[in-house]
């Protein structure tokens, strides 16, 4: 899991201005997200608009990203929803792609009991030899993945870590004291990394590492170097930019970002739409005081 690294970008998914997948401009963004501090991708994750594409969009996007990206870092690959069918479906297609991991999100809409968790996530890994990483996000699924049923499903050989997207740092130190030393906890949030860190998680799955990918990449650094003065000062930079990201629903302040950086990257999918003017100002106000890592094109292609 550790080949992994510590820095995943959660990547968004371009759209052309007919509203399809832009699969030549994911290449490119892929490329640009690994020279600017990124170990790895999760492509088809939220940040992806991954419930509005389909099935076959989603292994073709998974195939583009993984011929674009070759050797030079790793694919983790959203394959998980709120049905257990369809996952291990795009799990086991994943895996002939090519890709280096699955993320399996806690099922949405349908509010699954604790069991039923246990019972969803354990099917998807049997169907599967790739390292399945757990995403704990109840911000988005109404039901939590409890501490408890994490530790038990760690005991899954190919269950390999978890996103934690809770804030709940007492629920997140419970899983890193009771899972062993190789699980890995990623933190799910920009504004968590450093805290996660510092109670003994692995490293992040970031939507501001589109942006700021090399700063955290430094900040996590100076963190596992002893340097927590220094780590702490990048935090508190970088802390109104990620706030701005977050103003609305992700993804729709980083595709504005993107598109006003010109880094084209579409319109967010419908039922998301582009922030509102005042949202709009904030972002392109926060942007404006930061250094912005992403190698832009003259002309994006």
Known sequence: MEKLGRLLTAMVTPFDAEGKVDYQRAK??????????????????????????????????????????????????????????????????????????CLLVVPYYNRPPQQGLI???????????????????????????????VIKLSKIDNIAGVKEASGNFRQIAEIIQGTKDDFIVYSGNDSDTLLLLALGGYG????????????????????????????????RYLSPLISSLFIVANPIPLKFALNYLGFPVGKPRLPLVEPDEESAEIIRATLKDHKIDLPIPPKAV
């Open 204 to 235: 992040v799955v970031s939507v501001a590492s589109h942006l700021v990918g090399v700063q955290i990449k430094d900040m996590m650094d100076k963190f596992l170097e002893g340097k927590t003065r220094e780590a702490a000062s990048i935090h």
């Open 119 to 149: 019972e969803h996530f354990s099917a998807i890994a049997q169907a599967t030899t790739l390292p399945c990483i757990l995403y704990n996000v109840p911000s988005r699924t109404v039901a939590n993945l409890a501490a408890d049923t």
């Open 28 to 101: 490119n963004l892929a490329r640009a997200l690994l020279d600017a501090g990124s170990d790895g991708l999760v492509v088809c994750g939220t940040t992806g608009e991954s419930p509005t594409l389909s099935f076959e969009e989603k292994l073709q996007l998974l195939a583009e990203v993984k011929s674009a990206v070759a050797n030079r870092g790793t694919i983790v690959a959203g394959t998980g929803n709120y049905n257990t069918k369809e996952s291990r479906e795009l799990t086991k297609e994943a895996e002939k792609i090519g890709v280096d991991a």
